[in-house]
Protein backbone atom coordinates (compact mmCIF):
# COMPACT_ATOMS: atom_id res chain seq x y z
CA UNK A 1 0.00 0.00 0.00
CA UNK A 2 1.32 3.74 -1.07
CA UNK A 3 -0.11 6.65 1.04
CA UNK A 4 -2.85 4.31 2.60
CA UNK A 5 -4.00 4.03 -0.84
CA UNK A 6 -5.02 0.23 -1.93
CA UNK A 7 -4.01 -1.47 -5.15
CA UNK A 8 -6.80 -3.21 -7.26
CA UNK A 9 -5.50 -5.47 -9.85
CA UNK A 10 -8.75 -5.26 -12.60
CA UNK A 11 -8.24 -7.89 -14.98
CA UNK A 12 -10.28 -7.89 -18.71
CA UNK A 13 -10.40 -9.16 -21.86
CA UNK A 14 -9.67 -12.60 -22.23
CA UNK A 15 -10.36 -15.95 -24.72
CA UNK A 16 -14.16 -15.66 -24.48
CA UNK A 17 -17.03 -14.40 -27.24
CA UNK A 18 -17.53 -11.48 -24.39
CA UNK A 19 -13.62 -9.92 -24.34
CA UNK A 20 -14.97 -7.19 -26.12
CA UNK A 21 -17.80 -6.58 -23.52
CA UNK A 22 -15.66 -7.41 -20.67
CA UNK A 23 -13.35 -4.30 -22.09
CA UNK A 24 -16.59 -1.75 -21.61
CA UNK A 25 -17.22 -3.27 -18.07
CA UNK A 26 -13.53 -3.41 -16.91
CA UNK A 27 -12.98 0.65 -17.85
CA UNK A 28 -16.31 2.15 -17.89
CA UNK A 29 -17.61 0.22 -14.83
CA UNK A 30 -15.05 -0.36 -12.40
CA UNK A 31 -11.70 1.04 -13.15
CA UNK A 32 -13.52 5.22 -13.55
CA UNK A 33 -15.26 4.54 -10.53
CA UNK A 34 -12.39 3.09 -8.22
CA UNK A 35 -9.97 6.14 -9.30
CA UNK A 36 -13.06 8.26 -8.78
CA UNK A 37 -12.75 7.18 -4.61
CA UNK A 38 -9.61 7.98 -4.73
CA UNK A 39 -8.49 5.37 -2.58
CA UNK A 40 -7.79 3.12 -5.34
CA UNK A 41 -4.58 2.77 -7.45
CA UNK A 42 -6.05 0.72 -10.49
CA UNK A 43 -3.75 -1.62 -12.28
CA UNK A 44 -5.15 -2.67 -15.22
CA UNK A 45 -4.42 -6.70 -17.03
CA UNK A 46 -5.69 -7.25 -19.97
CA UNK A 47 -5.57 -10.54 -21.38
CA UNK A 48 -5.75 -10.92 -25.30
CA UNK A 49 -8.18 -12.49 -27.54
CA UNK A 50 -5.18 -15.61 -27.71
CA UNK A 51 -4.62 -15.60 -23.91
CA UNK A 52 -1.82 -13.15 -23.29
CA UNK A 53 -1.82 -11.23 -20.32
CA UNK A 54 -0.43 -7.35 -20.14
CA UNK A 55 -0.29 -4.93 -17.57
CA UNK A 56 0.42 -1.42 -18.73
CA UNK A 57 -1.54 1.71 -17.19
CA UNK A 58 -2.11 2.47 -21.19
CA UNK A 59 -4.29 -0.10 -20.53
CA UNK A 60 -7.13 1.89 -19.30
CA UNK A 61 -7.47 3.94 -22.29
CA UNK A 62 -10.43 2.86 -24.69
CA UNK A 63 -8.77 4.34 -27.32
CA UNK A 64 -5.99 1.59 -27.65
CA UNK A 65 -8.73 -0.99 -28.24
CA UNK A 66 -10.89 0.86 -30.64
CA UNK A 67 -8.55 2.31 -32.65
CA UNK A 68 -6.84 -0.94 -32.95
CA UNK A 69 -3.41 -0.04 -31.59
CA UNK A 70 -3.74 -2.23 -29.15
CA UNK A 71 -2.40 -5.18 -31.51
CA UNK A 72 0.72 -2.40 -31.70
CA UNK A 73 0.88 -2.57 -27.99
CA UNK A 74 0.78 -6.29 -28.05
CA UNK A 75 3.64 -6.60 -30.41
CA UNK A 76 5.80 -4.62 -28.34
CA UNK A 77 4.87 -4.90 -25.14
CA UNK A 78 6.35 -7.50 -22.56
CA UNK A 79 3.91 -9.66 -21.03
CA UNK A 80 2.88 -9.79 -17.25
CA UNK A 81 4.44 -12.39 -14.50
CA UNK A 82 2.66 -13.42 -11.78
CA UNK A 83 4.41 -14.05 -8.53
CA UNK A 84 2.78 -15.85 -5.74
CA UNK A 85 3.76 -15.13 -2.38
CA UNK A 86 1.16 -15.72 0.08
CA UNK A 87 -0.39 -12.81 -2.06
CA UNK A 88 -0.45 -11.64 -5.34
CA UNK A 89 2.93 -9.50 -6.91
CA UNK A 90 2.66 -8.48 -10.69
CA UNK A 91 6.09 -8.42 -12.53
CA UNK A 92 7.12 -6.96 -15.38
CA UNK A 93 10.86 -6.35 -17.48
CA UNK A 94 10.93 -3.35 -18.36
CA UNK A 95 11.93 -2.21 -21.97
CA UNK A 96 15.45 -0.96 -20.58
CA UNK A 97 17.47 -4.14 -19.52
CA UNK A 98 17.83 -5.51 -16.68
CA UNK A 99 15.36 -3.83 -14.31
CA UNK A 100 12.48 -5.44 -13.25
CA UNK A 101 9.05 -3.66 -12.11
CA UNK A 102 7.14 -4.71 -9.36
CA UNK A 103 3.44 -4.50 -7.87
CA UNK A 104 2.21 -6.05 -4.72
CA UNK A 105 -1.55 -6.47 -5.44
CA UNK A 106 -4.18 -5.92 -2.49
CA UNK A 107 -7.29 -7.00 -4.09
CA UNK A 108 -8.21 -8.16 -7.52
CA UNK A 109 -11.21 -7.33 -9.74
CA UNK A 110 -11.87 -9.65 -12.19
CA UNK A 111 -13.88 -7.93 -14.77
CA UNK A 112 -14.14 -11.26 -17.38
CA UNK A 113 -17.05 -12.24 -18.92
CA UNK A 114 -17.93 -16.05 -20.16
CA UNK A 115 -15.38 -18.44 -20.93
CA UNK A 116 -11.65 -19.08 -19.34
CA UNK A 117 -12.46 -16.11 -16.66
CA UNK A 118 -16.13 -15.69 -15.12
CA UNK A 119 -16.83 -19.72 -15.35
CA UNK A 120 -14.42 -19.80 -11.91
CA UNK A 121 -10.82 -20.77 -13.81
CA UNK A 122 -9.28 -17.54 -12.92
CA UNK A 123 -10.76 -17.48 -9.17
CA UNK A 124 -8.95 -20.88 -8.95
CA UNK A 125 -5.56 -18.78 -9.68
CA UNK A 126 -6.84 -16.22 -7.31
CA UNK A 127 -7.40 -18.63 -4.82
CA UNK A 128 -4.04 -20.13 -5.08
CA UNK A 129 -2.20 -16.84 -4.76
CA UNK A 130 -4.47 -16.34 -1.50
CA UNK A 131 -5.58 -12.65 -2.52
CA UNK A 132 -8.42 -11.10 -1.65
CA UNK A 133 -10.87 -11.02 -5.02
CA UNK A 134 -14.38 -9.44 -6.06
CA UNK A 135 -17.17 -11.45 -6.70
CA UNK A 136 -18.17 -15.62 -6.86
CA UNK A 137 -15.82 -17.82 -5.66
CA UNK A 138 -14.64 -20.86 -7.87
CA UNK A 139 -17.52 -23.10 -6.94
CA UNK A 140 -19.75 -20.73 -7.31
CA UNK A 141 -18.66 -19.41 -10.61
CA UNK A 142 -18.29 -22.79 -12.26
CA UNK A 143 -22.16 -24.00 -11.50
CA UNK A 144 -23.65 -20.35 -12.24
CA UNK A 145 -21.58 -20.96 -15.88
CA UNK A 146 -22.93 -24.34 -16.35
CA UNK A 147 -26.92 -24.31 -16.85
CA UNK A 148 -27.13 -28.18 -15.82
CA UNK A 149 -25.21 -27.59 -12.70
CA UNK A 150 -26.68 -24.41 -11.61
CA UNK A 151 -30.49 -25.55 -12.53
CA UNK A 152 -28.96 -28.96 -10.46
CA UNK A 153 -28.17 -27.26 -7.11
CA UNK A 154 -31.16 -24.58 -7.38
CA UNK A 155 -33.73 -27.56 -7.87
CA UNK A 156 -32.17 -29.51 -4.68
CA UNK A 157 -32.89 -26.26 -2.75
CA UNK A 158 -36.68 -26.52 -3.87
CA UNK A 159 -36.31 -23.95 -6.16
CA UNK A 160 -38.58 -24.19 -9.88
CA UNK A 161 -37.57 -24.76 -12.98
CA UNK A 162 -39.18 -25.29 -16.40
CA UNK A 163 -39.12 -28.50 -17.02
CA UNK A 164 -35.75 -29.84 -18.20
CA UNK A 165 -33.57 -32.61 -19.27
CA UNK A 166 -29.97 -32.75 -20.51
CA UNK A 167 -26.94 -35.06 -22.39
CA UNK A 168 -23.79 -35.11 -22.87
CA UNK A 169 -22.93 -34.20 -26.49
CA UNK A 170 -20.67 -37.37 -27.04
CA UNK A 171 -23.61 -39.59 -26.55
CA UNK A 172 -26.04 -38.00 -29.11
CA UNK A 173 -25.08 -40.55 -31.67
CA UNK A 174 -24.62 -42.89 -29.29
CA UNK A 175 -27.94 -42.48 -27.78
CA UNK A 176 -29.81 -40.86 -30.67
CA UNK A 177 -32.94 -42.27 -30.02
CA UNK A 178 -33.12 -42.48 -26.32
CA UNK A 179 -32.30 -38.90 -26.14
CA UNK A 180 -34.94 -37.71 -28.33
CA UNK A 181 -37.72 -39.63 -26.52
CA UNK A 182 -36.30 -38.13 -23.12
CA UNK A 183 -36.12 -34.20 -24.83
CA UNK A 184 -40.13 -35.16 -26.00
CA UNK A 185 -41.41 -35.71 -22.73
CA UNK A 186 -40.76 -32.00 -22.85
CA UNK A 187 -43.87 -30.33 -24.54
CA UNK A 188 -42.97 -27.81 -27.53
CA UNK A 189 -41.90 -24.77 -28.13
CA UNK A 190 -38.62 -26.57 -26.91
CA UNK A 191 -35.40 -24.23 -26.02
CA UNK A 192 -32.17 -26.02 -26.32
CA UNK A 193 -29.08 -24.74 -25.48
CA UNK A 194 -25.42 -25.46 -25.18
CA UNK A 195 -24.79 -25.59 -20.79
CA UNK A 196 -21.89 -23.44 -20.95
CA UNK A 197 -21.95 -20.92 -23.48
CA UNK A 198 -23.60 -17.43 -22.67
CA UNK A 199 -25.05 -14.36 -25.22
CA UNK A 200 -27.70 -17.24 -26.52
CA UNK A 201 -24.89 -18.64 -28.91
CA UNK A 202 -25.97 -21.83 -30.31
CA UNK A 203 -29.86 -21.88 -28.49
CA UNK A 204 -32.55 -22.71 -30.21
CA UNK A 205 -36.43 -22.06 -29.93
CA UNK A 206 -37.84 -25.88 -31.47
CA UNK A 207 -41.17 -25.59 -32.48
CA UNK A 208 -41.58 -29.44 -33.80
CA UNK A 209 -40.33 -32.51 -34.00
CA UNK A 210 -38.26 -31.90 -37.44
CA UNK A 211 -36.46 -29.08 -36.11
CA UNK A 212 -35.70 -31.13 -32.82
CA UNK A 213 -32.62 -32.84 -34.46
CA UNK A 214 -30.76 -30.10 -35.84
CA UNK A 215 -31.24 -28.22 -32.68
CA UNK A 216 -29.46 -30.88 -30.84
CA UNK A 217 -26.57 -31.26 -32.81
CA UNK A 218 -25.96 -27.44 -33.18
CA UNK A 219 -25.78 -26.72 -29.51
CA UNK A 220 -23.80 -30.60 -29.14
CA UNK A 221 -21.63 -28.91 -31.70
CA UNK A 222 -20.49 -25.97 -29.18
CA UNK A 223 -20.64 -27.88 -25.64
CA UNK A 224 -19.55 -31.18 -24.14
CA UNK A 225 -23.52 -30.64 -22.84
CA UNK A 226 -26.33 -29.77 -23.58
CA UNK A 227 -29.48 -28.47 -22.02
CA UNK A 228 -33.76 -28.68 -23.08
CA UNK A 229 -36.19 -27.08 -21.73
CA UNK A 230 -39.69 -26.46 -22.08
CA UNK A 231 -40.83 -23.21 -22.75
CA UNK A 232 -42.13 -21.05 -20.81
CA UNK A 233 -45.52 -19.95 -21.41
CA UNK A 234 -47.00 -15.94 -21.15
CA UNK A 235 -43.58 -15.12 -20.59
CA UNK A 236 -42.54 -12.67 -18.74
CA UNK A 237 -38.59 -12.28 -18.30
CA UNK A 238 -36.85 -10.66 -15.06
CA UNK A 239 -33.87 -9.84 -13.97
CA UNK A 240 -32.12 -9.31 -10.26
CA UNK A 241 -29.08 -8.09 -9.74
CA UNK A 242 -27.50 -8.90 -5.77
CA UNK A 243 -24.45 -8.14 -3.62
CA UNK A 244 -23.16 -9.12 -0.29
CA UNK A 245 -21.91 -12.15 1.42
CA UNK A 246 -24.09 -13.77 4.23
CA UNK A 247 -26.72 -11.35 3.72
CA UNK A 248 -27.12 -10.28 -0.08
CA UNK A 249 -28.82 -7.24 -0.82
CA UNK A 250 -31.04 -6.97 -3.71
CA UNK A 251 -31.19 -4.31 -6.38
CA UNK A 252 -34.32 -3.95 -8.40
CA UNK A 253 -36.27 -6.27 -10.26
CA UNK A 254 -35.49 -5.39 -14.30
CA UNK A 255 -37.69 -6.40 -16.80
CA UNK A 256 -35.93 -6.55 -20.39
CA UNK A 257 -37.72 -5.80 -23.31
CA UNK A 258 -36.94 -7.50 -25.66
CA UNK A 259 -39.31 -9.82 -27.83
CA UNK A 260 -39.34 -13.31 -28.31
CA UNK A 261 -38.12 -13.41 -31.25
CA UNK A 262 -34.99 -11.35 -30.52
CA UNK A 263 -33.82 -13.78 -28.07
CA UNK A 264 -31.14 -15.54 -29.72
CA UNK A 265 -29.60 -12.10 -31.29
CA UNK A 266 -25.86 -11.00 -30.43
CA UNK A 267 -26.91 -7.56 -31.62
CA UNK A 268 -30.04 -6.54 -29.63
CA UNK A 269 -28.54 -7.62 -26.26
CA UNK A 270 -25.26 -5.72 -26.76
CA UNK A 271 -25.06 -3.38 -29.49
CA UNK A 272 -25.82 0.97 -28.98
CA UNK A 273 -29.10 0.77 -28.07
CA UNK A 274 -30.43 -2.51 -29.18
CA UNK A 275 -31.67 -2.24 -32.41
CA UNK A 276 -35.02 -3.35 -32.19
CA UNK A 277 -35.54 -2.15 -29.42
CA UNK A 278 -34.94 1.96 -30.21
CA UNK A 279 -38.44 2.98 -29.61
CA UNK A 280 -39.93 1.23 -26.63
CA UNK A 281 -42.11 4.34 -25.21
CA UNK A 282 -41.65 4.44 -21.39
CA UNK A 283 -38.90 2.04 -21.17
CA UNK A 284 -35.17 2.36 -19.17
CA UNK A 285 -32.29 1.78 -21.07
CA UNK A 286 -30.75 -0.84 -19.54
CA UNK A 287 -27.38 -2.12 -20.28
CA UNK A 288 -28.98 -4.86 -22.91
CA UNK A 289 -31.08 -2.63 -24.62
CA UNK A 290 -34.57 -1.52 -23.52
CA UNK A 291 -35.99 -2.67 -19.78
CA UNK A 292 -38.25 -1.68 -17.15
CA UNK A 293 -36.73 -0.38 -13.67
CA UNK A 294 -38.40 -1.72 -11.06
CA UNK A 295 -40.45 -4.54 -13.56
CA UNK A 296 -44.22 -3.68 -14.06
CA UNK A 297 -45.56 -6.41 -12.71
CA UNK A 298 -48.15 -7.17 -9.71
CA UNK A 299 -46.43 -6.82 -6.16
CA UNK A 300 -46.84 -10.81 -5.00
CA UNK A 301 -45.10 -11.32 -7.93
CA UNK A 302 -42.38 -8.89 -7.80
CA UNK A 303 -41.61 -10.15 -3.84
CA UNK A 304 -42.11 -14.08 -5.45
CA UNK A 305 -39.31 -12.93 -7.77
CA UNK A 306 -37.09 -11.16 -5.67
CA UNK A 307 -37.38 -14.10 -2.70
CA UNK A 308 -36.47 -16.79 -5.10
CA UNK A 309 -33.62 -14.65 -6.52
CA UNK A 310 -31.66 -14.37 -3.37
CA UNK A 311 -32.87 -18.11 -2.61
CA UNK A 312 -31.09 -18.99 -5.68
CA UNK A 313 -27.79 -16.83 -5.13
CA UNK A 314 -27.79 -18.45 -1.54
CA UNK A 315 -28.14 -21.87 -3.07
CA UNK A 316 -25.45 -21.82 -5.38
CA UNK A 317 -23.37 -20.13 -2.84
CA UNK A 318 -22.38 -16.34 -4.69
CA UNK A 319 -20.56 -13.74 -2.85
CA UNK A 320 -19.80 -10.71 -3.74
CA UNK A 321 -22.19 -9.43 -6.81
CA UNK A 322 -24.48 -11.62 -9.56
CA UNK A 323 -27.61 -11.62 -11.35
CA UNK A 324 -30.46 -13.85 -11.27
CA UNK A 325 -32.55 -14.53 -14.39
CA UNK A 326 -35.92 -15.45 -14.15
CA UNK A 327 -39.12 -16.69 -15.85
CA UNK A 328 -42.50 -15.87 -15.02
CA UNK A 329 -45.22 -17.50 -16.97
CA UNK A 330 -47.39 -14.49 -16.20
CA UNK A 331 -50.83 -16.60 -16.68
CA UNK A 332 -50.05 -19.14 -13.47
CA UNK A 333 -47.58 -16.70 -11.99
CA UNK A 334 -45.43 -19.19 -11.16
CA UNK A 335 -41.66 -17.83 -10.98
CA UNK A 336 -38.88 -19.94 -12.55
CA UNK A 337 -35.30 -20.21 -12.43
CA UNK A 338 -33.50 -19.77 -15.52
CA UNK A 339 -29.69 -18.46 -15.08
CA UNK A 340 -27.20 -16.94 -13.10
CA UNK A 341 -24.37 -14.75 -14.37
CA UNK A 342 -21.61 -14.27 -11.60
CA UNK A 343 -20.49 -11.30 -13.19
CA UNK A 344 -23.06 -8.93 -15.21
CA UNK A 345 -22.07 -7.02 -18.13
CA UNK A 346 -21.06 -3.29 -16.89
CA UNK A 347 -22.19 -4.84 -12.72
CA UNK A 348 -25.58 -3.62 -13.68
CA UNK A 349 -24.90 -0.13 -12.34
CA UNK A 350 -27.83 1.47 -14.49
CA UNK A 351 -30.15 -0.72 -11.93
CA UNK A 352 -27.92 -0.14 -8.33
CA UNK A 353 -27.75 3.65 -9.29
CA UNK A 354 -31.89 3.75 -9.39
CA UNK A 355 -31.72 1.47 -6.23
CA UNK A 356 -29.88 4.01 -5.00
CA UNK A 357 -26.52 2.86 -5.31
CA UNK A 358 -23.89 5.06 -7.42
CA UNK A 359 -21.42 3.32 -9.48
CA UNK A 360 -18.70 4.70 -6.77
CA UNK A 361 -20.51 2.93 -3.89
CA UNK A 362 -20.78 0.32 -6.02
CA UNK A 363 -17.33 -0.24 -6.69
CA UNK A 364 -16.49 0.40 -3.14
CA UNK A 365 -18.55 -1.87 -1.49
CA UNK A 366 -17.49 -4.96 -3.49
CA UNK A 367 -14.06 -4.53 -2.53
CA UNK A 368 -14.90 -4.37 0.77
CA UNK A 369 -17.28 -7.48 0.69
CA UNK A 370 -13.71 -9.32 -0.97
CA UNK A 371 -11.80 -8.53 1.74
CA UNK A 372 -14.59 -9.60 4.23
CA UNK A 373 -14.86 -12.91 2.41
CA UNK A 374 -11.21 -13.32 2.22
CA UNK A 375 -10.51 -12.25 6.08
CA UNK A 376 -13.13 -15.05 7.28
CA UNK A 377 -11.51 -17.70 4.94
CA UNK A 378 -8.35 -16.94 6.64
CA UNK A 379 -9.54 -18.20 9.78
CA UNK A 380 -10.23 -21.85 8.14
CA UNK A 381 -7.52 -24.00 9.66
CA UNK A 382 -5.23 -25.02 6.44
CA UNK A 383 -2.81 -26.66 8.65
CA UNK A 384 -2.23 -28.49 11.91
CA UNK A 385 1.07 -29.90 13.47
CA UNK A 386 1.36 -34.36 12.82
CA UNK A 387 4.15 -36.41 13.68
CA UNK A 388 4.15 -37.35 9.77
CA UNK A 389 7.29 -36.42 8.74
CA UNK A 390 8.97 -38.04 11.75
CA UNK A 391 7.69 -41.80 10.94
CA UNK A 392 10.00 -41.95 8.02
N1 LIG B 1 -37.38 -22.27 -21.10
C1 LIG B 1 -37.58 -21.11 -21.74
N2 LIG B 1 -38.83 -20.66 -22.00
C2 LIG B 1 -39.05 -19.50 -22.64
N3 LIG B 1 -38.07 -18.70 -23.09
C3 LIG B 1 -36.80 -19.08 -22.88
C4 LIG B 1 -36.48 -20.31 -22.19
N4 LIG B 1 -35.15 -20.42 -22.12
C5 LIG B 1 -34.65 -19.35 -22.75
N5 LIG B 1 -35.62 -18.55 -23.20
C6 LIG B 1 -35.42 -17.28 -23.94
O1 LIG B 1 -34.13 -17.31 -24.53
C7 LIG B 1 -33.28 -16.31 -23.97
C8 LIG B 1 -31.86 -16.81 -23.87
O2 LIG B 1 -31.78 -17.94 -23.04
P1 LIG B 1 -30.79 -18.00 -21.82
O3 LIG B 1 -30.96 -19.31 -21.14
O4 LIG B 1 -31.01 -16.81 -20.98
O5 LIG B 1 -29.38 -17.98 -22.54
P2 LIG B 1 -28.15 -16.96 -22.51
O6 LIG B 1 -27.10 -17.64 -21.71
O7 LIG B 1 -27.76 -16.85 -23.92
O8 LIG B 1 -28.61 -15.66 -21.89
C9 LIG B 1 -33.93 -15.97 -22.65
O9 LIG B 1 -33.57 -14.68 -22.26
C10 LIG B 1 -35.42 -16.12 -23.00
O10 LIG B 1 -35.88 -15.00 -23.73
MG1 LIG C 1 -29.85 -15.16 -20.42
Redesign the pocket.
Known sequence: MIGGMKTIAVIFGGRSTEHDVSIVTALASIIKPLELTKQYRVEPIYISKDGDWYWDQKLKNIDLYQSGEIEEFMRKAPKVHLLFDNGLTLVKSSQFAGRKQYKKIDVVFPAMHGTHGEDGELMGVLEMANVPYVGCGLAASAVAMD?VLSKQVTESAGIAS?P?TWFYSSDLPRRHSEIMKEVEKLAY???V?PAH?????G?T?VESRDMLMNALEVAAHYDDKVIV?????N?I?VTLPIMGNEDPLPALLEQ?M?H?E???DFET?YMQGGKKGGKKGGAEQGAQGYSKIPADIPKDLYDKAVKLGIDSYKAVGCSGIARI?M?IDGKSQQV?F??I?PLPGSLYSHNWKQAGVSGVDLVSRLVAYAEQRWQSRQKIATNFATNYLKQF
Do not use: C, H, Y
Open positions: KTWPIFKLGSSIIREQGVALEPLADFFKDLMNEN
